[in-house]
T-cell receptor
């Protein structure tokens, strides 16, 4: 039931865009996105709820396709501070987290 | 507003020993969950507590146990440590079951 994330890793130059995908074999009612910088705790970015409601970050957007059981995180005009590992999480009696996407933004 | 506090931050144990990790959630949060993070497996769910009751437990052996106190603070215990238990153990608190998780910085356990 662990979500599958893609890509596993991506390297960007400042200002470039990136998309991180998360798919689940189970029906999704909500999807969470977190970012973890090296040596730090994961930090909440966004939650997407069934029905389209979205709560979270101003500079990062996401989509949630309930029928396809997929979510995508969109990072536009990336900044150095965006570097980290991104996790999606789904809730079905417990949280299931994807294995993460390592994103590195270089000058 | 204080964040989630985990203690100890680092610890080294030998095989066969036991360890207790502590987590103090954000004030007002009654849900506390624990995760094991390893490079190969990512974040794996251990348990979730709400108002002192264990709501769910992940697919871990019985050597892993936990509890929550009336003040919402939580502890997890691992007995008869194995080398494979070396990991970062993260605690998270939230207002409700599926809500936004606030993570602590974790307790890094090394088993020799």
């Amino acid at each position: 039931q662990q979500p599958v994330q893609s890509p596993q890793a991506v390297i960007l130059r400042e200002g470039e865009d990136a998309v991180i995908n998360c798919s689940s074999s189970k029906a999704l009612y909500s999807v969470h996105w977190y970012r973890q910088k090296h040596g730090e705790a994961p930090v909440f970015l966004m939650i997407l709820l069934k029905g389209g409601e979205q709560k979270g970050h101003d500079k990062i957007s996401a989509s949630f396709n309930e029928k396809k059981q997929q979510s995508s995180l969109y990072l536009t005009a990336s900044q150095l501070s965006y570097s980290g590992t991104y996790f999606c999480g789904t809730y079905g009696n417990q949280f299931y987290f994807g294995t993460g996407t390592s994103l590195t933004v270089i000058p | 507003k204080a964040g989630v506090t985990q203690t100890p931050r680092y610890l080294i144990k030998t095989r066969g020993q036991q360890v207790t990790l502590s987590c103090s959630p954000i004030s007002g949060h009654r849900s506390v969950s624990w995760y094991q993070q390893t490079p190969g497996q990512g974040l794996q769910f251990l348990f979730e507590y709400f108002s002192e009751t264990q709501r769910n437990k992940g697919n871990f052996p019985g050597r892993f146990s936990g509890r929550q106190f009336s003040n919402s603070r939580s502890e997890m215990n691992v007995s008869t440590l194995e080398l494979g238990d070396s990991a970062l153990y993260l605690c998270a608190s939230s207002l409700d079951f599926a809500g936004e998780l606030f993570f602590g910085e974790g307790s890094r356990l090394t088993v020799l």
